[in-house]
């Protein structure tokens, strides 16, 4: 097996890099139907097995799960996940060869394994999906040629699928079929009324490639949604327990503070998020957000680079092939900072408070989204497809912080997620060392205040910088569409 993007011509790889249509919501008509009737059996029931599927299961369709014999000899959460919410559960014998459609939800990291051992099980013609495709793109897996080759993948953790689904709306979701297996022509039909199935046509799905996912999918995770995240999480607190501020409320305001500032980056894009500060406090976000893009650029760029050519997945492989040994150090790590470790105050943060003690998140933010779209978007990856996996996602990723700082954030994400995670965290941290020298409480963990007043020519020059970016402008169009978003508020 060879890394199967490598193996393109440049024109193949720019073809499918840029494949990505925004489906109309009259292309969904047809509902479930494709599906309807028809035996779907999920392979894996942890984060995103389980809560897809139940989401498919309220759509009317009828799912089942099929675990590794171990995990059901030993009953295991797996094995608890699916039988605690009644759905049937067998072994790969009893449950795949009767399959019309099998949805493998394992880790990445086993996908090579489980597809060797899925595919001599599935009958002719059935249909194998994914919701990430690490496996078919970066290692190349042959899938064998009567199967149709699927995927749905939603740009969301798996417990906010569910959660916005249970809310009546959805998660925004890029679909796929696998040009070398779709003999039959019913890939995008499938893909559709799985999308709806979960609810992801209530957000926005679009008809892109594999390649365009698992390329753009990465990015995210590692950079904004997870990796920066943390890193701004773990030096603020740092910062504001090192200024004397309380660390009970320095850590309440570091694990809500992510969610509320960006409920507020969900709903009106970057200018609303910076809309919610004062005008002095907006004028030196700007600054600071300005300051951190041009530190981490070269970063955010390191890692497109590393993904597109492959660096990244090869060297994560041979964390694979070293028993995760890179993975299992700095997940022991991130348990051991001082921010994870910190009880949290029962005294109440009003919500904008959140905003005006927290300056520095909301830079934090505008940099880490700006940055990551942008070198999606000059990497060759669609503008909506780049606005997913940056500015809608990040407020879902928030929700896992809210409910248990980085923990559940890394527990929920998938391990490729974390691994690129820990890996932005340990070479962005001491990149910011000098910057976070001059940071003070003024812009975390106490309300901003300045001397000078609010020039109104630089307001106005900061506020059409602002507004003008690219992610903003494809924002806009693209949440006209989300008419049944939902406020989600934990604080
Ligand atoms: N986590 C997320 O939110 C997201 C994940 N994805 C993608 O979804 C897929 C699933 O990831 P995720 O939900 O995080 O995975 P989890 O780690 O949460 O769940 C994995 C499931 O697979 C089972 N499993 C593990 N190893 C094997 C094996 N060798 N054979 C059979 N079953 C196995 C586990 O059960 P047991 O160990 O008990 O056998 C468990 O039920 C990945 O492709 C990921 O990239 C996409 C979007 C978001
Ligand atoms: C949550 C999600 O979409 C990720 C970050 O891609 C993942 O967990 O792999
Ligand atoms: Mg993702
Ligand atoms: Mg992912």
């Known amino acids: 097996m060879s890394n199967y993007f490598n193996t393109l011509t440049l024109r193949q790889k720019l073809e499918q890099l840029g494949q990505c249509r925004f489906m109309d919501a009259s292309e969904f008509e047809d509902g479930v139907n494709a599906l309807k009737g028809k035996k779907i059996v999920i392979v894996g029931c942890g984060a995103q097995g389980l809560n897809q599927g139940l989401n498919m299961r309220d759509s009317g369709l009828d799912i089942s799960y099929t675990l590794r014999q171990a995990a059901i000899d030993q009953k295991r959460q797996s094995y608890i996940n699916a039988t605690s919410n009644d759905f049937a559960v067998g072994t790969y014998e009893e449950m795949l060869p009767t399959a019309d459609l099998i949805i493998n939800l394992t880790p990445d990291k086993q996908h090579t394994n489980v597809v060797n051992a899925v595919m001599p099980l599935m009958k002719k013609g059935a249909t194998l999906s994914y919701s990430h495709g690490f496996n078919i793109v970066e290692e190349g897996m042959q899938i064998r040629k009567d199967l149709t080759v699927i995927m749905v993948a939603p740009k969301s953790p798996g417990s906010e699928v569910r959660e916005e689904f249970k809310r009546g709306f959805g998660v925004p979701t890029l679909t796929a079929v696998h040009p070398e297996n779709d003999p039959e022509g ?169 905003f005006d003690h927290g300056t520095l998140l909301v830079a934090f933010v505008r940099a880490g989204v700006e940055l990551a779209f942008e070198a999606m978007t000059e990497s060759g990856i669609i503008d909506a497809s780049a606005y997913y996996e940056s500015l809608h996602e990040t407020p879902l990723i928030a929700n896992t912080i809210a409910r248990m700082k980085l923990a559940e954030m890394n527990r929920v994400i998938s391990d490729t997620a974390e691994y690129g995670c820990y890996l932005f965290d340990h070479a962005c941290k001491p990149l910011l060392t000098d910057f976070m020298k001059t940071i003070s409480t003024n812009v975390i963990g106490k309300p901003f205040s300045s001397e000078n007043g609010v020039d109104n020519q630089e307001l106005i020059r900061i506020n059409k910088i602002i507004r003008n970016h690219p992610v903003e402008i494809v924002g806009e169009q693209l949440r006209a569409s989300m008419t049944a978003m939902k406020v989600i508020k934990s604080v």
Not at 210 to 226: H, N, P, R
Not at 314 to 332: G, P, S, V, Y
Request: net charge negative.
């Open 186 to 354: 019913k890939g995008w039909a499938q893909a559709k009324a799985y999308a709806v199935a979960t609810g992801g046509h209530t957000a926005g799905v679009l008809e892109s490639s594999f390649v365009a996912e698992v390329k753009s999918d990465l990015m995210g995770e590692q950079t904004i949604l997870c990796g920066l995240l943390q890193t701004g999480a773990i030096l603020s607190f740092d910062k504001m327990v090192a200024e004397g501020i309380d660390a009970g409320y320095a850590a309440k305001l570091i694990q809500y503070g992510w969610e509320t500032t960006t409920e507020a980056l969900k709903h009106g894009g970057i200018t609303n998020m910076m809309d919610r500060l004062s005008n002095p406090a907006k004028v030196e976000a700007f600054r600071l957000s300005e300051e951190l893009k041009d530190i981490m650029r070269p970063l955010f760029q390191k890692h497109m680079d590393d993904i597109m050519t492959g660096h990244f997945s090869k060297t994560m492989m041979e964390d694979w092939e070293n028993d995760d040994i890179n993975l299992l150090t700095w997940r022991a790590a991130t348990g051991e900072t001082a921010f994870e470790k910190q009880e949290i105050t029962s005294d109440e943060i009003p919500e904008q408070e959140y």
